[in-house]
């Protein structure tokens, strides 16, 4: 119990995908400007990574690995992640517009978002067993949560203030995200 614990904090806090790893960049810059369209993409990579990483871990685990077909696992992770992603689009365009709406191409990105597919090849590298290897993927994709949330909070803080006019616009968000890289490094040596 003890070191599922452990990997779920290292995956979530001390090796955050986005500001330890810079995997998923594009979205967290993107879709941080407002915190209710930052939780729903956080809310949205956390069901598409967890899930995925429970159907690549059953796929990778029972079908290509038994096979020897490892080398297909790229390709294969792609596809379960495109449908994932499918699923959650057709489902928040029916049931949560305003959300589909908000998010714009975003949501279809989180197809070729990094941090999701590295997630699935991480499982693979690390050799953990399906169920580790969930609780790995929604450490991830919480922590993403987790820092798009913030990003966006302090976006929100700082859209009124006086900014210089040189770091105005993508400068100021570029230089939150480093400082904030800069604060999530300083749990590196806890775990």
């Known amino acids: 119990m003890k070191q599922l614990i452990l990997i779920l904090i290292s995956a979530a806090i001390v090796n955050n995908v986005v500001l330890s790893q810079f995997l998923g960049l594009c979205p967290f810059l993107g879709v941080s400007k407002k915190v209710n369209t930052a939780a729903g993409m956080g809310g949205s990579v956390i069901f598409v990574v967890t899930l995925s990483s429970l159907v690549i871990g059953l796929i990778h685990d029972f ?33 949560v517009k305003n959300l589909y709406k908000s998010l714009g191409i975003y949501l279809p990105l989180i197809t070729t978002n990094c941090c999701v597919l590295g997630t699935a090849l991480n499982i693979v590298d690390y050799k953990y067993n399906v169920g580790t290897g969930t609780l790995y ?47 999530f490094f300083g749990f590196s040596g806890i775990i």
Do not use: C, W
């Open 63 to 95: 079908i290509l690995k038994p096979l020897g077909l490892d080398y297909l696992n790229t390709i294969v992770f792609i596809l379960v992640i495109a449908a994932l992603v499918q699923f959650i689009e057709m489902f928040l365009k029916k049931y």
């Open 137 to 183: 993927g929604f450490g991830v994709s919480a922590g993403f949560a987790i820092a798009i949330i913030m990003m966006a909070g302090v976006r929100e803080k700082i859209e009124d203030n006086d900014i210089p006019h040189a770091f105005q616009g993508t400068g100021i968000v570029v230089l939150t995200a480093g400082l904030m890289a800069i604060a």
